[in-house]
């Protein structure tokens, strides 16, 4: 190599780290901006097999919800629950962890197909979520009665 490319490889080496900073930054921004965004922690099967939770962000739509996870490049969301297939939702509430800290809701979405997903949520987003959960249109959610 010569004398000027070794300034220009780290020039691009440092714009790329400055573009995937951006990146990570500005995708989350995005995200909250928008209308019925929540923070959201979410208990997640791992690689190997354990579980973890795994902060991020939920978003309320018409007919469903949509998880991001905090620090992620994807556009899309990695998890997304769909309203018409919810069968059940419990809600639990959990004490603070620290003294003067604010309780939580405990959520456990069970889905068609025997899936579960978990999630925890300050007391705000629980009433939010279930405020959405009631208004859904009649006969969209399985343990509808009408």
């Known amino acids: ?3 000027l490319s070794i300034p220009i490889l780290i020039l691009g080496i440092g ?3 400055v573009v995937v900073a951006l990146l990570l930054v500005l ?3 995005v995200v909250s901006r928008r209308r019925g965004a929540f923070e959201c922690t979410l208990q997640r099967r791992g690689l190997v097999g354990g579980t973890s939770w795994q902060h991020g962000l ?3 739509g018409n007919d469903r919800l949509r998880w991001f996870r905090a620090f992620s490049l994807r556009v899309r969301p990695e998890v997304v629950i769909r309203r018409v297939d919810l ?3 419990s809600r639990r509430r959990l004490p603070a962890q620290v003294e003067g ?3 939580s809701y405990l959520l ?3 889905l068609r197909g025997g899936r579960e997903i978990s999630a925890i949520v300050d007391l705000v987003s629980g009433a939010a979520l279930n405020s959405w959960l009631e208004a859904a249109p009649t006969g969209t ?3 509808d009665a009408d």
């Open 27 to 29: 995708r989350p921004l």
């Open 15 to 17: 714009m790329l780290f």
């Open 58 to 60: 939920m978003r309320f």
């Open 108 to 110: 456990e979405f069970s």
């Open 101 to 103: 800290g604010e309780d």
């Open 87 to 89: 069968v059940d939702v």
């Open 1 to 3: 190599m010569n004398d």
């Open 141 to 143: 959610v399985l343990g």
